[in-house]
């Protein structure tokens, strides 16, 4: 083999190696940002899951609540739940579900609200009874939601949407 044709062999041998390795870097890149947001996603939706079971805890105290004093910290455990975690973790359908539950808090537990045009049955339904909806919407959004990009979810914002559309 001549010289020439040992260079030319030998900078293609290096300038393939240097392109395999710049698509490994990239494709090491690409996979490192995906795991990241898998994690980012992972933790996310443990909260959200978490939160989920902490609405469902909350109403079955309702329901089991021997004493006046344990209806009060379930009752301060629900609106602490709704008014500041719930916008966090809950997407749009959760948190229009959710208000079932909410009319039955305010209609059937703290006693105040228009009894007469409420949904709610408060001698009829139990706390737990107003969390069926719920359930189905958390169900739903759990198995579409993990698909969605991070930046997605974050893009949901369900206190504006529900106060838009009771206007």
């Known amino acids: 083999m001549n010289d020439q044709r040992y260079n030319k062999i030998d900078v293609v041998l290096r300038l393939s190696g240097g392109a395999f390795a710049v698509v490994l870097a990239v494709l090491g890149w690409c996979q490192y940002q995906e795991l990241k947001e898998r994690d980012f ?4 939706f443990d909260s959200q899951i978490a939160l989920i079971n902490d609405f469902f805890q909350v109403m079955t105290a309702f329901d089991v609540a021997a004493t006046e004093q344990e209806k009060h910290v379930a ?25 079932y ?10 006693k105040r609200g228009d009894v007469e045009r409420s949904t709610v049955n408060c001698a009829n339904t139990t706390a737990s ?5 719920f359930a189905t919407a958390a169900r739903r959004s759990l198995s579409q939601s993990w698909d969605l990009k ?18």
């Not at 609106?79 to 359908?93: G, I, N, P, Q, R």
Request: glycine residues 4%; contains cysteine.
């Open 41 to 44: 996603k992972k933790a996310y």
């Open 75 to 99: 009752l301060q455990k629900f609106w602490m739940l709704y008014s500041a975690k719930s916008k966090l973790y809950l997407d749009d359908e959760m948190f229009r579900a959710l208000e």
């Open 101 to 110: 539950a909410g009319e039955y808090v305010v209609v059937c537990v703290e």
């Open 129 to 133: 009874m107003t969390m069926s909806g």
């Open 150 to 167: 991070f930046e997605e979810i974050g893009k949901n914002d369900p206190w504006l949407t529900a106060h838009l559309e009771s206007r």
